[in-house]
């Protein structure tokens, strides 16, 4: 208990001293100046189109296009002052501690950065429409694009939430129906969609979560939820935790190999849609498209995405309170992912491991969160934490009720949780596969054994 509270300690000083430091640092010098001057055909577009096209392009969610040199040109001065400050792309992560490969990384390196402030320090010139790179092809967001992957068209099942009206002015709200998957017997997913169905009802559903209810007594013993898997618990109808969501910036999910979800016989989606106004009346369809592995064929490890919370919420006018909760794994795992989850007065969030010989880990730290994005961190296939069973995960959160928080709608208010947005919320989801000990000491090896061989052929 005295280590757990010295680690406990630790960690909140560790995070303090990154909040006071880390927030302000500079970008890492540039060793050399280059000679040459950036342009936009040659330099400037395939980082774009890395990186920002993605959001920026024609009817997506940004304000503006940066796919020709034509749209991108009025926008540099800002564009510069976006990049340098590292507040675009949208990626929280501090880059100076915990787990740095991500599946999913949209930030740009130093060296992007450098380009384009230098290329708009110099006019921000256009270059020779020769060098610029065939436009890329981008998927349409209102199809389903992990269908041609699996070689379908559409995915397995199709989930919808039912319609609801919101009214042009009207304050946010909560939709919360239940619909059933019509399932009976239980089946694999491997992956996920999930999507307003209109360009229109994206402009109201500030985000969706699809939450899964079943009966987990029904699930094979190996495999069944090991938060729920004995006592009384085992048997109440309503275990499953979150199965997606969508926010800005969040598409699904496609399982890792030989892993997936579970869906059970009853199985119905409770769905949780937090609505917000969109300046017009719009009737808005959640959409839930889910794949499954063919019948008889079974992953071995099952995932499951569940909320871990950071403590209660009690802010006073003008505070920046510090809180913290613990959770023990009660199955060894791989941690795939993990989303902050605040609001407003969201400041920063840490996720670090215990494991049970007393060792800490800081997985992730995202020091400069954002409400406008819900950005999910995936971990790469060689970095997603290993953890044993017993190892306890801490979520430190920090939040701002200060005039220093630029997005606080009102510092001198105190603060409690609530689903609105001016209220406050503290936890992350957090997406594990779960594993007996047997296998999580298999892939322990094989991630050493594939250490090894990589190092070796450097």
Do not use: H
């Given at each position: 208990?005295?280590?757990?509270?010295?680690?406990t300690w630790r960690s909140i000083t560790l995070g303090a001293i990154a909040l006071g430091g880390l927030l302000a640092a500079p970008l890492a010098a540039i060793a050399a100046e280059p000679t040459?001057?950036?342009?936009?055909?040659?330099?400037?577009?395939?980082?774009?189109?890395?990186?920002?096209?993605a959001c920026h392009r024609a009817d997506s969610i940004a304000p503006m296009s940066l796919v020709t040199f034509e749209e991108t040109r009025p926008f540099a001065s800002a564009i510069k002052a976006r990049v340098a400050s590292r507040q675009m792309p949208p990626w929280h992560i501090d880059k100076t501690i915990g787990i740095q490969k991500f599946k999913n990384d949209r930030s740009l390196t130093d060296d992007q950065i450098d380009t384009v402030v230098r290329w708009v320090n110099a006019g921000a010139p256009k270059g020779d429409p020769k060098d610029?790179?065939?436009a890329v092809k981008w998927p349409n967001?209102?199809?389903?694009?992990?269908a041609p992957l699996f070689g379908q068209t559409e995915p397995d099942l199709i989930i919808r939430s039912t319609p609801y009206l919101q009214k042009a002015g009207a304050q946010d709200a909560w939709w919360k129906p239940s619909v059933e998957l019509g399932l009976t017997e239980p089946r694999w997913v491997r992956a996920i969609e999930i999507r307003p169905s209109t360009v229109q009802g994206r402009k109201v559903v500030h985000h969706a979560i699809a939450n899964l209810r079943q009966d987990e007594s029904l699930a094979p013993a190996n495999v069944r939820d090991p938060d729920a898997a004995t006592g009384a618990a085992a048997a109440q109808p309503g275990a499953g935790g979150t199965f997606m969501e969508w926010a800005v910036g969040k598409q699904g999910e496609i399982m890792r190999p030989n892993s997936g979800k579970l869906l059970l016989p009853g199985a119905r989606i409770t769905w949780d849609i937090h609505y917000s106004d969109g300046k017009e009346d719009v009737t808005s369809v959640v959409e839930l498209g889910i794949y499954l592995y063919p019948k008889g064929q079974e992953p071995k490890y099952r995932?499951?995405?569940?909320?871990?919370?950071?403590?209660?919420?009690?802010?006073?006018?003008?505070?920046?309170?510090?809180?913290?909760?613990?959770?023990?794994?009660?199955?060894?795992g791989r941690v795939e992912s993990m989303q902050p989850h605040m609001h407003l007065r969201g400041k920063?969030?840490?996720?670090?491991?215990?494991?049970?010989?007393?060792?800490?880990?800081?997985l992730s730290y995202v020091n400069d969160f954002n409400f406008n994005w819900h950005n999910s961190y995936v971990y790469a296939d060689d970095v997603a934490p290993l953890l044993p069973k017993g190892t306890i995960l801490v979520v430190t959160a920090w939040h701002d009720n200060t005039t220093a928080k630029k997005s606080n709608p009102d510092p001198t208010q105190?603060?409690?949780?609530?689903?609105?947005?001016?209220?406050e919320m503290a936890h992350a989801w957090i997406n594990i596969t779960y594993m007996s000990d047997a296998d999580f000491q298999a892939e322990v090896d094989a991630r050493k054994a594939a250490t090894t061989t990589q190092q070796q052929q450097q």
């Open positions: 208990m005295s280590n757990l509270k010295s680690c040459t001057t950036p342009t936009f055909t040659k330099d400037v577009a395939p980082i774009f189109q890395a990186k920002c096209e610029m790179p065939a967001e209102q199809v389903w694009n992990f995932q499951q995405l569940a909320l871990w919370g950071a403590g209660g919420i009690d802010i006073a006018p003008g505070e920046v309170k510090v809180t913290q909760g613990f959770r023990a794994m009660q199955s060894a920063a969030m840490m996720l670090e491991a215990i494991t049970p010989d007393g060792r800490k880990q800081v105190w603060v409690g949780y609530g689903d609105r947005t001016v209220d």
